[in-house]
Antibody, heavy 117, light 110 residues
């Protein structure tokens, strides 16, 4: 069955960097684009980024553009989100979600990133 | 900046029908935005309910239906049950690889 497992979350100081990962299994990873979506504590869902199946195209929300980089390693069935210049407002649970045509069909359980001094 | 709008909260009686909507701060939602709907209970990942306006995801009961009503996307729940009490989010495809979630609707069943 399709599984997406995020990891790498933790506590980081403002201005520092962190990389979170999403390990995929149960499907042909290199056939699908993948999203990152985040949810601040007690708040709604926010789309963060999307990467195409081969990594050649990347798209970002304005709130993270220039600070976050989405990437993937299809040989390892793994998606990444490199987060630089972190801000307190980046504190959230970060979910990866498989992209079907024009929707999100499978979601991971999320990893919590806390930005705090 | 365009914002996707949803009712912050809604209440429905058990067995009743409720329609949640998903609009745009400027403009109308059409099928070209490929509206989809997700359900989330506290501490859990979102669950996909409806995609491409009105297609139910696998395993979703037919009590849930999607449509376009006027200038908004809509999620209708008929025969509401206690375990429908959760947060519901819509998301729209804005084009050029960009997606936008609504703020979510907290549904209470009482």
């Amino acid at each position: 069955q399709v599984q997406l497992v995020e990891s790498g979350g933790g506590v980081v100081q403002p201005g520092r960097s962190l990389r979170v990962s999403c390990a995929a299994s149960g499907f042909t990873f290199n056939n699908y684009p993948i999203h990152w979506v985040r949810q601040a504590p007690g708040k709604g869902l926010e789309w963060v980024a999307l990467i195409s199946y081969d990594g050649s195209n990347k798209y970002y929300a304005d709130s993270v553009k220039g600070r976050f980089t989405i990437s993937r390693d299809n040989s390892k069935n793994t998606l990444y989100l490199q987060m630089n210049s972190l801000r307190v407002e980046d504190t959230a649970v970060y979910y990866c979600a498989r992209a079907e045509v024009h929707y999100f069909d499978y979601w991971g359980q999320g990893t919590l990133v806390t930005v705090s001094s | 900046q365009t914002v996707v709008t949803q009712e912050p909260s809604f209440s429905v009686s058990p067995g009743g029908t409720v329609t949640l909507t998903c609009g745009l701060s400027s403009g109308s939602v059409s099928t070209s935005y490929y509206p989809s709907w997700y359900q989330q209970t506290p501490g859990q990942a979102p669950r996909t309910l409806i995609y491409n306006t009105n297609t139910r995801s696998s395993g979703v009961p037919d009590r849930f239906s999607g449509s376009i009503l006027g200038n908004k996307a809509a999620l209708t729940i008929t025969g509401a049950q206690a375990d429908d009490e959760s947060d519901f989010y819509c998301v729209l495809y804005m084009g050029s690889g960009i997606w936008m979630f609504g703020g979510g609707t907290k549904l209470t069943v009482l």
